[in-house]
Every structure is written in C-alpha cells, then in structure tokens.
C-alpha cells in the first residue's frame, strides 16, 4: 500500500508539474485575515512537529514565511526580513480566484534572503497543520502592493524564482504594484527562472539572470509605466527567447536606466521601453551569431550606447544606426557586422582590442574615413594587427600585448598611453608609428 501511494504521488507530479514542500522547523505562517508583520500574535511557528505561539521572536533571515489565502499583511515599521517568501494565490489549484494572500508593504521594505514561490491551499490555523503546499507556475494577480514600499532580495548566491513555483503576474485587480530590489551581496548570483512583474526594478549590487521583467506599476496610477535601473554596482545578464523588458506582452514600460552592466546572452534581445538611457556598459556575449538588441511595441530605439562590448564568438550585427560615446570593446573572438546600417563614434571615443585570441582590425569597427575612432586601446595578450594605414587624433593606449603594423602605418598625437617591454608596438614591415608633433605639421 506505501508502494502504491509513493507511485501515484510520483504520477501526480509528473502530470500536474506542480512541486510540494513541507513546513520545516522555524517556519512561520500569518494566522488572521488581517495582520501585522511585527505583531507577534498575528504570526503561527513551526517548531517541527506542531504549529503553535512563536518563541518571543519575530521571523528572522532563516525563516520561511507562508502569507496564507485571504490574509493581509502590513508591514507598518522597518526591519522585516524572512528566508523563503510563500504567497498563497488561490485556496484550490484554479487560477482564477482572488482568495489569495498579500502583503501590504506602505512606505517600507521587506528583506527576503531565500526564494519566492507561489502555492495554493486553504489556510489553517491554531494548531492545525498547513497542507503541504502545492506550488504552481501561475500568479492570478500581484499580491504585493504599495506605490514606494518595496521586497528587496538580500544575501547570497541561489534561485530567487523556480520553475513551476512563480511567475509574471497579472492586473486582474485593482492595484498598485509594489517596487522591488536586488540588492545581493557584491560577486554573488541571484536567478529569476521565472518571468516577473513588479512596479519599479532596481538593481543595486550582484549578478542577477532574468528572462523577462515586466516593470508594470499597476491599474490604480495615473502613470502605469514601471521603470527599470540597472546601478553601477550591478550586472544583469539577460536570456529569455521574448522582450526582456516590457510592461505587457504589447505594453510598454517606463525608463530603461544602466549605469551598471546590462549583458545580454540571447541572439535577438528585444525591448520594449518608452526610454533606453545606456550610461553603464552593454555587453552581447552569446557564443554565435547575434544581433544587438532592437526596439518591440513601438518602442524606443535602443542604438545610443556608452559602453558597448561585444564578446563570446560570432558576428554580432547592429539591429540599427548605432552610436558609442565611450568604449567599444572587441572581445572574445567576436566581429562586428552592420547588417546595412551606421555605426558612429563619439568625440571621446575609444576602440579597445581585448580578444581572447590573437585579433586583426578591420574597415567595420575601424575605418579609414567617415566615423573614425578617435583612440585606440591595445589590450590583448595575444597580439592585434593593424589591416590597414590608420590615423587616431586622440590617445594610442598599450595596456597589454603588441600591435603588430606590418605594411601599414599608425598615425596618433602624442603621448602614448601606457606600453612595456609586453606591451608596445612592432614594425617588422613597410609601416611605421607616425607621430604628430603638437601645435605642427610635423610627423615623426
């Protein structure tokens, strides 16, 4: 008979895709429709066996919460914080009723350190045994609202969404949607295998995956259009086969801001904003062929970068006329390709060589006329060759390996940034290093 019920609950899993959990000592769980996160009364404790009074302490960073179905939860002071974050969306596995749970956050934050999952079950209470939540990859409707409050995922590296467990939610009742941040500490990773919709994304510090963000603030403000800030302490590297960054499925957001690094790993990013702001540095690495991300829903032109390196392997096209202020990076053993349109330097401008391999210049990243790049920047191991007679007006940098001139020349104004005895330029053919002398026309 325990065969018999081990093999049905396997069949079960396999054919619904939901997942189950069980309550674990030190969890926690609202126990009233309508509750305070820092009342203590308001809150059940699991202490293994039974759920009875907590033991004189609020949820801690170690402890999973459960906000159960038809609970409210506000939070109306600083310092709440838990582990694993489980939202009860619907009392039965439909995904069409609002007896849910929700967390009212006002003007404050709530520190999650673990995950977020979505289940469904009937609340409990005394000490009645929570139903072994069933997760399932279907949020009905965002059930965390505040217009400034915000859940900020803190700490280390670990999925902050799972398959099967979260996901985008919808609007389907009048709300205003709370912000959230990703504030892990610096070097660690968080992962959203999920896609998911919040009011305001910020991304403080740590490396977070996303699929698609969805920065919707809700039906309930007159400006609906969440924005998204990718901080300079803070790398988001994006994967998703649809729009990264959208407000709906045809909807757009607000404000793309990155002053951090944006770095895009699939081979047709999209985004749908109604302003992309590149301050920080955006980075296509895929290993192949890829093209830069391009505008979706009539959005705006994402072609104006600061920063734009391009590395892993293959050709990565321009999806439109492109613009680099600061520094394109050639990395990896990546080429450009402008697919028919224009690539523009700044007036600052810089072209840095720092493949993985040995790399040659060519006409697409470094031409001879039109948009030149004013400087130049030598900093592969491996060596770079100049394919043709170039002139820069601005600053030759050699931070690392040899440029290799061969029959062509270099003209730059002095000085020369940089160089060592592993880092210099060599003349082994008919070209030469010209330099112009300031304030002449004289060349050396």
């Not at 302490?57 to 914080?81: D, K, M, R, Y």
């Not at 900020?152 to 912000?179: D, H, K």
């Not at 259009?225 to 045809?250: D, E, K, L, P, Y």
């Amino acid at each position: 008979m325990k065969k018999m019920f081990l093999f049905l609950a396997l069949i079960l899993v396999l054919t619904t895709g939901v997942n189950f959990a069980q309550p674990v000592a030190g969890d926690y769980r609202s126990n009233t429709a309508t509750a305070t996160w820092s009342t203590l009364a308001n809150w059940d404790y699991y202490d293994g066996t039974n759920w009875s009074t907590p033991p004189g302490s609020l949820p801690t960073s170690t402890s999973n919460v459960f906000i159960q179905s038809g609970h409210t939860v506000s939070l109306t002071t600083t310092g709440a914080v838990c582990k694993d974050l489980n939202m009860c969306n619907n009392t039965t596995s439909s995904t069409t009723s609002t007896v849910r749970g929700t967390i009212q956050l006002s003007t404050f934050t709530l520190d999650v350190n673990g995950s977020l999952r979505s289940y469904w079950g009937v609340a409990a209470t005394g000490t009645t045994a929570l139903p072994a939540p069933t997760y399932f990859g279907t949020v009905t409707n965002q059930p965390f609202f505040s217009a400034t409050g915000e859940i900020r995922f803190v700490g280390n590296t670990r999925n902050i969404t799972n398959s099967g467990e979260w996901a985008s939610t919808s609007n389907s009742v009048a709300s205003t949607n709370a912000n959230v941040e990703f504030a892990l500490t610096p070097g660690e990773t968080g992962t959203l295998l999920t896609n998911c919709k919040f009011g305001n994304f910020t991304f403080t510090s740590g490396i977070i995956n996303i699929l698609t963000v969805a920065p919707d603030r809700g039906t309930t403000p007159a400006n609906p259009f969440g924005n998204v800030t990718i901080s300079s302490g803070s790398r988001v590297i994006a994967s998703g086969s649809g729009n990264t960054f959208q407000r709906t499925g045809s909807g757009l957001g607000g404000t793309l801001t990155v002053v951090g690094t944006l770095e895009f790993t699939n081979s047709s990013p999209k985004i749908a904003m109604t302003t992309c702001t590149f301050n920080g540095t955006v980075v296509y690495s895929l290993a192949g062929i890829q093209t830069l991300a391009i505008a979706a829903s009539s959005g705006a032109s994402p072609f104006t970068y600061t920063n734009l390196t391009l590395s892993g392997s293959g050709a990565k096209t321009l999806g439109g006329n492109t613009s680099v202020s600061g520094t394109l990076s050639m990395q990896g053993t990546a080429s450009l390709a402008l697919g028919g349109f224009t690539l523009t330097y700044g007036g600052s401008s810089t072209l840095e060589y720092a493949g993985s391999a040995s790399q040659t210049s060519t006409d697409v990243e470094f031409p001879g006329s039109g948009s030149v790049p004013p400087s130049l920047k030598i900093n592969n191991s491996n060596g770079v060759i100049l394919h043709a007679t170039r002139t820069i007006s601005g600053t030759l940098t050699l931070a690392s390996g040899t440029l290799t001139l061969g029959a062509n020349s270099l003209t730059v104004t002095p000085p020369i940034s940089g160089g060592s005895t592993s880092s210099y330029v060599v003349t082994n053919g008919a070209g030469g290093l010209i330099q112009n002398v300031p304030g002449t026309s004289t060349n050396v």
